[in-house]
């Protein structure tokens, strides 16, 4: 976790529990954590570089993250390797240097890409046994804020956040 610079988060069974409540009109909606949103803005406070890779797409999930403050959001990616590798090529990262937290196997292959894949304490089987740090948290219900958490403690940068003497 020391060398982790970056955050990549997939949404749905990561940022949500992976629920879908459909609504007459056909809109669907997704419940997110209000504590996994403090740690995305206290990792983009404290200086990491936070994206987004989903295949799926909601206006109102890609509205919330920019609330957050995150710029990088990748919605409706059919290829999510492609996508990793055009972020990391666009803000000079090295992949050993990210965290990326999956949870099924749309995530799969870019996991395996990356310095510390990880993912919530409910993913599937396949996820699990690549990931170097599995949450003891579920998707949509903590596991983004446990994973941030841990990174900006070993870091030292938790601490700093907490008291507010982050930059």
Request: proline letters at 2%; glycine letters at 14%; one cysteine or more.
């Given at each position: 976790?020391?060398?982790?610079?970056?955050?990549?988060?997939?949404?749905?069974?990561?940022?949500?529990?992976?629920?879908?409540?459909?609504?007459?009109?056909?809109?669907?909606?997704?419940?997110?954590?209000?504590?996994?949103?403090?740690?995305?803005?206290?990792?983009?406070?404290?200086?990491?570089?936070?994206?987004?890779?989903?295949?799926?797409?909601?206006?109102?999930?890609?509205?919330?993250?920019?609330?957050?403050?995150?710029?990088?959001?990748?919605?409706?990616?059919?290829?999510?390797?492609?996508?990793f590798r055009e972020f990391c090529h666009d803000y000079a990262i090295n992949p050993e240097e990210v965290l990326y937290m999956g949870d099924d196997i749309p995530d799969f292959h870019v996991m395996q890409k990356v310095g510390l894949p990880t993912c919530p304490q409910d993913a599937s089987p396949e996820i699990k046994s690549i990931s170097t740090y599995i949450s003891h948290k579920n998707g949509g219900k903590g596991a983004a804020r446990d994973v941030i958490e841990q990174v900006m403690k070993v870091q030292g940068k938790w601490h700093l956040y907490y008291n507010g003497k982050h930059d």
């Open positions: 976790m020391n060398q982790i610079t970056t955050f990549i988060f997939d949404v749905d069974g990561v940022l949500t529990d992976g629920s879908v409540h459909v609504t007459p009109t056909g809109e669907m909606l997704r419940i997110m954590n209000i504590r996994d949103g403090f740690a995305l803005k206290a990792a983009i406070e404290s200086g990491y570089q936070v994206g987004i890779i989903s295949g799926g797409y909601n206006e109102g999930v890609k509205i919330r993250l920019k609330n957050l403050g995150i710029t990088s959001i990748y919605l409706g990616c059919p290829d999510k390797v492609e996508t």
